[in-house]
């Protein structure tokens, strides 16, 4: 299980290798929001998202013997690119298992990014079959996107940055509001804030229908999500939470908070103008939630981590068309 | 006239108040430019550009007595915004210049950012003679956007971070692109370089037919363009060098660059795309020479300065539309 002293450990592993992402502020978003916003934009972090500490936390702690073999994940997206890349870096083999109707985008960025992808077909194919028959042939490590304790330390680095960083500014007492799917990166932080700064509260924030965390905040137990997709938050759509991951929501987390998709496009066209940074929807959920939900948040200040900008252009485009020209 | 303490004094009165901006890289900018190309991008700086640090240092120079009577700047750009926000947290009154038909985005950002906005027909008024007589009635200081020593050690803060930021990753000896307009920011960091990194060499990029500063080095004295305006970098066309700032461009610059603005839309989609940053298309110029004129550069790396992101969404989009699928 994932603790303080796996955080500390990561953040060594990490040093050197991650980037220790800004706080970002804007008059503009203040008065929007009713009280100082600080966006932490992990955007800005290799790769896009945040899912490179995690990525590189769990690689990092193989055995040397371990890792030469190589490491196998199934992912489309920013867990994909996190994990290519770190592997890459500590010259492991990686194997990406993706649909093959993934976009043509994501697939090639995967390739460049040094892993070997194999593609399977979603109605005839059976994912989990062909990384279990590839993982025993090579004797591959199978690296989960959230419920693995490496994984959610390496992710929990950003709560120890997030905690040094509201100490710098002055933040005393606020909501932390974290863009949730499995909730990785929503327990690392949660644990890395009870250690370093315990007056700092970690809150998930998820899309509107796809908001099983919250929902099972609420219940004290797991519950899921009535469809399998159609947010345009794809990144933070997952049926239910972790089963590594929950207890430690559930012990440490205040209550979820849920955004719709029009709400996220609006956050990252105020992130256009205003911070200068490109967020992909699901990236946005906690700014748009401290922007558009402030009554349900306490506090002078609220810190939104803002989890990733892989976005293609034409989402960009309608995030713009809509909200791009402040009125 | 500005030197290594003069920026080193501004550099301490900056501490706290301007923002360290990261070294970026994507090993995809990387493959394009056929070297390792970091990205310091100032857009991610206070007010969305580094004139914020020119302001800061000149209004934090001004004795009390003449800072408490107020400021005046001449812009309808970045140094308006800058220069706005660095009196408001001085509580020094800032009156803007600006013509009548500044984009209405503008002039309303200036004046949220807490400065009064005085108009002026571009046609038939005299923008000096308004300047001149608000500043002899209320005893107003005013604020140059590049000729003024305390503006160019501000700007030169830029250039001891990329020292010291160049040293951390182990960069020896690189060219430092910096997008140019009137030179201050050029000069500054031509300084710091001077004095921190004397291997690395900095180089002044603007857009073709605005390249005064180029033809100027090559000639060893002021070039002036045909034309006062015509490029989509609008943040960087300048007629002329300054007159403080061209003596030490000349002493330490290596030639200028000059890109096309269908390269700097083109390095405006790469850094939506690779970096997740928001650049102007002035403000991309850098990137978009260290990509697409590799042969002008030396080295095994090359350091872009993107020097502001205060761009309308208008223009963002084209730039999407035109490179923002990878092919």
Not at 315 to 325: D, I, V
Request: aromatic share 4%.
């Amino acid at each position: 299980m994932t603790d303080i002293q796996m955080i500390n450990a990561a953040a060594e592993r990490l040093k050197g290798h991650a980037r220790r992402t800004p706080f970002l502020t804007s008059p503009f978003l203040d008065d929007i929001a009713g009280r100082k916003v600080f966006v932490k934009p992990e955007a800005l972090q290799h790769t896009g998202s945040f899912k490179f500490r995690g990525a590189w936390s769990a690689i990092s702690a193989l055995d040397d013997e371990t890792r030469k073999k190589g490491v196998i994940a199934f992912s489309s997206g920013n867990h994909a690119q996190g994990v290519a890349t770190a592997a890459a870096r500590h010259n492991t083999p990686a194997v990406i298992i993706m649909p093959e109707d993934a976009p043509r985008l994501k697939i090639e960025n995967t390739r460049a990014l040094g892993a070997e992808v194999v593609l399977y077909d979603r109605v005839n194919e059976d994912r989990d079959a062909i990384g279990a028959k590839l993982s025993a042939e090579r004797d591959l490590t199978l690296i989960k996107p959230f419920d693995n304790a490496q994984v959610i330390a390496g992710q929990g680095t950003t709560g120890l940055e997030i905690a040094e960083q509201a100490a710098e500014h002055g933040i005393e007492n606020a909501d932390v509001l974290i863009c949730c799917g499995g909730g990785g990166l929503t327990a690392g932080v949660a644990l890395a804030l009870e250690a370093n700064a315990p007056t700092l509260r970690a809150r998930p924030c998820e899309p509107v229908g796809f908001d099983d965390v919250a929902r099972s905040l609420a219940a004290g137990e797991h519950r899921s999500n009535a469809k399998p997709s159609g947010s345009i938050c794809d990144a933070i759509v997952t049926p239910t939470p972790g089963q590594i991951t929950f207890p430690i929501m559930k012990r440490l987390c205040g209550p979820g908070l849920a955004v719709t998709d029009e709400e996220c496009l609006h956050a990252m066209a105020l992130a256009f103008l205003r911070l200068k940074i490109v967020l992909e929807p699901g990236g946005a959920a906690s700014l748009a939630a401290a922007l558009f939900h402030q009554d349900q948040i306490k506090g002078d200040s609220v810190i939104c981590l803002a989890s990733g900008g892989n976005v293609d252009a034409d989402m960009f485009a309608r995030a713009l068309n809509s909200y791009g020209t402040p009125k």
